[in-house]
């Protein structure tokens, strides 16, 4: 397991190295000399030239990409054209905001989508099974802005139950230490920050999870049904096991192997994919920091948010990769 | 012979729905297991052999099927009606189970001592360090050298004929009265075979499990059987003890059965086999169901269905017109000239 960990971190360098040039290569995919482009027409000739020199463009190609990976392994990633603060210090509170957010969805994706997939498949052709697979249906078809609006219409106009956009209460903070509100209000034991944080999660999260959810939700029915077919299913049975564990011990392990797939890429298209929805929650996160940088063409900005998604990405699509290994023994063996 | 029958089939139907129709797979089966015996029940692909030992395991899947009628009396108790938390204590329990595919009858994902423990506290109150000492006697039993080593294994890492040892090891956790093993040979090879018929012969003599063993080979049945049924078409054709059956078959089809059986001395010859196929549930033709393959079918075959008929020999029944004490020599007589 630790030979096959070790082998499988060694083999993503390839694929980090492919990253950083394409991330590298954006700023250079602008026509004409960049720094103009960046800073527009009614730029001065000094402005320009001290933006080419800061951006290191009056260096041969090879020699910026070189700096590029050395600055990224010291962490840096660059100034913000817009703010002048390095990247790599205001970047953070809205990275975590948005794994705070994706999380939860994905959360809450996986657990009712995973379950509604068994018990449709376990009640196949019930009424359950139909109104499960005739929701899901609706769920991937949902524009999520739509979804959004309405939540919000319903729950925090017309019901008033739930805020309507942002992540704390502005006028209480939280002090953020890890900058997930939900842990950092429960470590310093203010439970009333606490239900604040989640109330203001519930709408964005549950917008969120809808499109996952009915995915996962399918995907589990579809290998679960093929997968209570099998023969060691009916020696489960013979021995005499109850449904119940027939169904979440010796059928659900086996289905989920492929379920963990969808849920990795889902998790990594929810984080880059989240713009929408905290446009419309008005939420701080990666989405709406990349959304405003691409307003300014603050190309630092750009590119270290493309890259730091792509890396999270990779590590989700290793994580998935090695709890295979952790469920099915056949794998560690014929790699 | 008066032992008492341990399990009775009487007069079993069992229906799959298919469209809107539900149509027989097993069509009024009769029979009787008795203590301490092994049965064999032959027969081609598709004449009802696994649905009817499903049905003795309560695991007819439903839908598509249902029994439609007929009695499962086991310890003289009728287990048709059964309701679910009553079967799951019989299963595996009192009447165990072991099916053709060892390769893909173990769960892959648990070890071979999870899957055996479960089986073993299924049925018991035992402490999990005790259902592992439990397990290792088990495989012990089943001829499995190594057998603390074997526990912490997966499926993947055995042999085909291994995991059906460690199937019938499962199967005889409990120490059932009843041990129902559907084609455990077929996809084993020959040696491994005959290893795997010693290995349940000898269980049965060990500790007087009564054993239903299905197949289609009437070469393993005549190694280890007693009595043997044989099934065309979802209906029991011949039965009586396998002496005389192997001897002085009755039904064209029990012959033809021994015909297409390997011979040693005929080696070089190809096998034959019956042409034709089984009938499938739904177009079963009037009259006899096997008039269509039948060397000897005549006139009557096709527009009456015969009855299992008794013979001279205690025990021996078939269902053929041939044996219709009066004047079955006329009448076929009469098709032939
Ligand atoms: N799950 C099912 N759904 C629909 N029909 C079924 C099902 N199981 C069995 N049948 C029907 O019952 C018939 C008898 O099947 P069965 O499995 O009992 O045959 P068998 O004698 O065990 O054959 P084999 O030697 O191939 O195992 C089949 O031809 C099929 O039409
Ligand atoms: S009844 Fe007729 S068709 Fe059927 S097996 Fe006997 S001879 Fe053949
Ligand atoms: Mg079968």
């Known amino acids: 397991m630790l030979t096959y960990t070790v082998r499988r971190i060694f083999s993503l360098i390839p694929v980090l190295i492919g990253m950083t040039l394409v991330v590298f290569a954006i700023i250079h995919a602008i026509p004409g000399n960049p720094a103009q482009v960046i800073l527009g027409q009614r730029a001065t000739k000094e402005s320009v030239a001290e933006l080419t020199k800061q951006l290191g463009l009056n260096q041969p190609w090879y020699i910026q990409y070189f700096d590029y990976i050395k600055a990224l392994l010291h962490g840096d990633l660059g100034i913000s054209l817009r703010t002048r603060v390095p990247i790599n210090e205001e970047i953070w509170p809205y990275l975590t905001a948005t794994i705070e957010l994706t999380l939860v969805a994905i959360i809450i994706a996986v657990i009712i989508g995973v379950n509604a997939g068994i018990i449709s498949a376990w009640f196949s052709k019930s009424w359950f099974d139909y109104a499960a697979m005739v929701f899901a249906l609706i769920g991937v078809s949902m524009p999520i802005f739509w979804l959004g609006l309405m939540g919000q219409w319903v729950f925090s106009i017309e019901l008033g139950w739930l805020p309507t956009t942002g992540r704390e209460n502005v006028r209480d903070p939280v002090t953020a230490v890890t900058n997930i509100y939900l842990l950092d209000t429960l470590l310093q034991g203010r439970f009333d920050q606490f239900t604040v944080v989640l109330k203001h999660l519930i709408l964005p999260s549950a917008a969120l999870a809808t499109i996952p959810m009915a995915i996962i939700a399918r995907m589990t029915r579809a290998t679960m049904l093929e997968v209570m077919k099998s023969d060691y299913i009916r020696t489960a049975r013979a021995k005499g096991l109850r449904m119940f564990w027939v169904v979440y011990k010796h059928s659900l392990k086996n289905a989920i192997i492929p379920v963990l797939t969808v849920i990795g890429l889902q998790t990594g298209l929810l984080l880059g994919g989240a713009i929408l929805t905290e446009t419309i929650f008005g939420w701080p996160g990666i989405g709406r920091y990349l959304y405003d940088a691409i307003g300014y063409r603050d190309y630092p900005v750009i590119q270290s948010g493309i890259l730091i998604i792509a890396a999270i990405f990779v590590f989700i699509n290793l994580v998935v990769d090695l709890l295979y290994v952790f469920i099915d023994p056949r794998i560690k063996y014929t790699k | ?337």
């Not at chain 2, 027989?24 to 032959?42: K, M, S, W, Y």
């Not at chain 2, 003795?56 to 938390?85: T, V």
């Not at chain 2, 050298?145 to 956790?173: C, D, F, T």
């Not at chain 2, 010859?269 to 009259?287: A, H, Q, W």
Request: glycine share 8%; proline share 6%; hydrophobic share 35%.
């Open chain 2, 1 to 337: 012979m008066s032992i008492e029958p341990i399990l009775q089939i009487k007069d079993l139907k069992v229906s799959f729905q298919s469209g809107k129709k539900f149509l027989p797979a097993v069509d009024g089966i009769n029979f009787d297991l008795r203590e301490g015996e092994i049965l064999g029940i032959v027969g081609e692909s598709g004449s009802g052999k696994s649905v009817t030992s499903l049905a003795a395991m309560g695991l007819i899947p439903s839908p598509p099927g249902r029994i439609e009628e007929g009695e499962i009396i086991f310890d003289g108790k009728n287990l048709k009606d059964l309701p679910e938390k009553e079967w799951r204590k019989i299963r595996g329990n009192q009447i165990s189970m072991i099916f053709q595919e060892p390769m893909t009858s173990l769960n892959p994902l648990f070890t071979i001592g999870n899957q055996l423990v479960e089986a073993i506290r299924l049925h018991t109150t035992v402490s999990k360090a005790n259902a592992k000492k439990q397990s290792i006697e088990l495989l012990k039993l089943v001829g499995i050298p190594r057998a603390e080593g074997i526990l912490k294994e997966y499926p993947h890492q055995l042999s085909g004929g291994m995991r059906q040892r460690v199937m019938i090891a499962m199967a005889m956790a409990c120490h059932p009265r009843v041990l129902i093993a559907d084609e455990p040979t077929t996809a084993l090879d020959v040696t491994i075979q005959a290893q795997i018929l010693a290995l349940m012969k000898d269980l049965n003599q060990k500790t007087n499990t009564s054993i239903i063993l299905i197949t289609h080979d009437l070469g393993v049945v005549a190694e280890i059987c007693e009595r043997i049924i044989v099934m065309y078409a979802g209906q029991v054709v011949e039965q009586g003890d396998v002496r005389t059956i192997l001897k002085n078959p009755q039904h064209p089809y029990t012959k033809g059965l021994l015909k297409s059986v390997p011979n040693l001395k005929s080696k070089k010859e190809r096998l034959y086999s019956i042409p034709g196929t089984v009938p499938t549930p739904g177009s079963v033709p009037k009259g006899c169901r096997f008039a269509a393959r039948c060397t000897e079918v005549f006139e009557k075959c096709q527009n009456e269905t015969p009855d299992l008929y008794k013979l001279e020999n205690e025990g021996h029944e078939v269902r053929c017109f041939l044996h219709t004490l009066k004047g079955r020599r006329d009448e076929h007589a009469g098709v032939t000239s």
